[in-house]
């Protein structure tokens, strides 16, 4: 029996991870300009959780915790495939707050 190559799934857990911060900074940015979450698991975490700070680490928490159970048990693929959805989301975010800025006339000289 051949055993598979682990690092490419540490590899895909670490990206998994950054892209799991990076969503929480985009959305924190969010929050602070007033614009409300989209996703309405994390909508109803921010709003009855104390703090919604505290609200988005918790669903944040979980999501790392997922990802750390997709790598425990060798699901590389699936991995992957949250990659690419967290990478799109993380993309839209900041190209969502770029026209935002633009739209409010930031850049106008």
């Known amino acids: 029996m051949e055993v598979a190559d682990p690092r490419p799934v540490n590899q895909l857990l670490l990206q998994y991870s950054y892209l799991q911060v990076l969503d929480f900074l985009t959305t924190v940015a969010f929050l602070l300009q007033g614009v409300r979450e989209g996703n309405p698991l994390v909508r109803l975490a921010i709003s ?3 703090n919604p700070l505290g609200g988005l680490l918790l669903v944040k928490v979980a999501a790392i915790c997922l990802g750390l159970y997709c790598w425990h048990r060798g699901r590389g693929r699936v991995l992957a495939r949250m990659n690419w959805m967290f990478a799109f ?4 975010n900041l190209f969502s707050m770029i026209v935002g800025t633009v739209g409010r006339g930031a850049f106008a000289s």
């Open 48 to 50: 009855y959780a104390p």
């Open 89 to 92: 989301i993380v993309a839209w």
